[in-house]
């Protein structure tokens, strides 16, 4: 009896962008008035439901200006995210608000997608730690980075696919994966959670505490927004003009 031997491994896929789906939500502008109408309301403020929210947009704007934050809690939206590991790990500083669920390297063979910078990706950092900004690369150093990710991948998941060969577990064979490679998650957030992600991974004109965020998360913040933005354009707009502060 011999044994069945492993399929051939997938050859390693390196790709420089980020996928964020909004696979479920709950979440419009009214669910904010509703639920800061009931401190004078009651019940009677289930009414603002079949009511035109642009009639209130007053009322979004005075609740996010004077930092009445918990009328933004009553909705739930829930993204696919598909990132590099070490995006995940800035974006589970975040637990307030959110929810989250990954894949695991324990229960399922991993596969090779793995990060590497785009040509628009600025890949120098000038000045000292808490003072310091990125400047372009140039396009040798882009080759050079790129080319030492992808060398370093592909002998990482060489040994990894070596390792399950042998028999040893998906969960000891993952220590040699590195902090690029794609994972996925389900996370799970309300509109205030929401804001002060945006607040802290987004740079951004209108805010009026700069942030510094990585490019990588920024990629994964600016998606969610987007998609935010259409669920609930005014909360959305008065978020933007009470300087991107989560109130």
């Given at each position: 009896?011999?044994?069945?031997?492993r399929p051939t491994a997938p050859e390693p896929e390196f790709r420089d962008d980020v996928h964020v789906e909004l696979v479920k939500h709950?979440?419009?502008?009214?669910?904010?008035?509703w639920a800061a109408r009931v401190s004078t309301?009651?019940?009677?403020?289930?009414?603002?439901?079949?009511?035109?929210?642009?009639?209130?947009?007053?009322?979004?704007?005075?609740?996010?200006?004077?930092?009445?934050?918990?009328?933004?809690?009553?909705?739930?939206?829930?993204?696919?995210?598909?990132?590099?590991?070490?995006?995940?790990?800035e974006f589970m500083r975040h637990r307030v608000g959110w929810s989250y669920n990954e894949e695991s390297g324990r229960y399922r063979e991993l596969q090779p997608v793995f990060y590497v910078p785009g040509a628009d990706r600025r890949l120098v950092q000038e000045g000292r730690p808490g003072k310091y900004h990125f400047v372009e690369g140039s396009p040798g150093q882009h080759k050079a980075a790129r080319e030492a990710m992808e060398t370093s991948y592909r002998h990482s998941y060489d040994a990894y696919q070596r390792m399950l060969a042998e028999?040893?577990?998906?969960?000891?064979?993952?220590?040699?994966?590195?902090?690029?490679?794609?994972?996925?998650?389900?996370?799970?957030?309300?509109?205030?959670?929401?804001?002060?992600?945006?607040?802290?991974?987004?740079?951004h004109e209108l805010a009026a505490v700069p942030s510094f965020p990585q490019r990588e998360i920024e990629m994964v913040a600016e998606r969610m927004e987007l998609e935010w933005s259409r669920l609930m354009p005014l909360t959305h707009a008065a978020f933007n003009s009470n300087g991107r502060q989560a109130p």
């Open positions: 009896m011999t044994d069945t031997p709950n979440a419009a502008d009214s669910d904010v008035l309301a009651g019940e009677q403020s289930l009414e603002e439901l079949a009511k035109d929210p642009e009639r209130s947009t007053g009322l979004i704007n005075y609740l996010m200006r004077d930092r009445h934050g918990s009328p933004f809690e009553h909705n739930s939206m829930t993204f696919l995210v598909s990132a590099p590991i070490f995006v995940f790990r028999g040893i577990a998906r969960e000891v064979a993952r220590a040699v994966l590195p902090v690029g490679l794609f994972s996925s998650m389900y996370a799970t957030c309300n509109a205030r959670s929401l804001m002060h992600f945006l607040g802290l991974r987004t740079q």
